[in-house]
């Protein structure tokens, strides 16, 4: 069935570092591809999407690009703030269906000034 | 993007009980969802709450146990019945934003009701 395997946290960064996360999926057909982020005590924020190959999407100094080469959405960030600490989860909807979504595990970020 | 509101945010409950979480949205939708997240988990879904029918539940969901109203199209409730403690978690109501055949292919979440079941 469809998956998403991302790399396991926690991830602790410096301030200004840069930021990368891993997401890899498992799919039938052209899934959309989500990464939603969850600030301490807080739901899910959607932060970026795409929806075909080569498609990047950014947001908020984030960005992924889909690729379906290596069937890969990696999140990056150039320069990381103490705001940024949260949980990341990469999401992807089953196509063809009712736009389910399936998540992965989520990673932690830990950025420190 | 939509505006949804949850509640309650939270509550402690005791064995045995149910909870009703309710999940209102600023627009008319037509998908609505149902996921738990686990202490320290990823999100998983339990069901799609379908206007005007029974909701459709996930492999490993029981609508016994969870059972989903969805009376118009921007309003749905969450029971948790019999709860054990098992049951602590995250609840979150989830839209897709829009209606079909319009929809965006974008879910929207609300704040999540944190339940600890004693």
């Known amino acids: 069935g469809n998956s998403v395997t991302q790399m396991e946290g926690p991830v602790t960064l410096s301030e200004e570092a840069f930021l990368t996360i891993n997401c890899t999926y498992t799919a039938t057909g052209y899934p959309s591809l989500f990464w939603y982020v969850q600030y301490p005590g807080e739901g899910l924020q959607l932060l970026l999407k795409a929806t075909k190959a080569d498609d990047k999407g950014s947001n908020k100094g984030f960005e992924a690009t889909y690729r379906k080469e290596t069937t890969s959405f990696h999140l990056e960030k150039g320069s990381v703030q103490v705001s940024d600490s949260a949980v990341y989860f990469c999401?992807?909807?089953?196509?063809?269906?009712?736009?389910?979504?399936?998540f992965g595990a989520g990673t932690r970020l830990a950025v420190h000034p | 993007s939509a505006v949804i509101s949850q509640k309650p945010s939270r509550d402690i409950c005791q064995r045995g009980t149910s909870l009703t979480i309710q999940c209102q949205v600023d627009s008319q939708v037509t998908m609505m969802f149902w996921y738990r997240q686990q202490p320290g988990q990823s999100l998983t879904l339990i069901a799609t709450?379908?206007?005007?029918?029974?909701?459709?539940?996930e492999s490993g969901f029981v609508i016994d146990k969870f059972p989903i109203s969805r009376p118009n199209l921007t309003f749905s409730t969450l029971t948790v019945s019999n709860m054990s403690p098992e049951d602590s978690s995250i609840y979150l109501c989830?839209?897709?934003?829009?209606?079909?055949?319009?929809?965006?292919?974008?879910?929207?979440f609300g704040a999540g009701t944190r339940l600890s079941v004693l």
């Open positions: 709450a379908n206007q005007g029918s029974e909701a459709t539940y």
């Open positions: 989830s839209v897709e934003e829009g209606r079909v055949p319009f929809a965006k292919n974008i879910q929207y």
């Open positions: 999401a992807l909807s089953e196509p063809g269906g009712y736009n389910k979504l399936i």
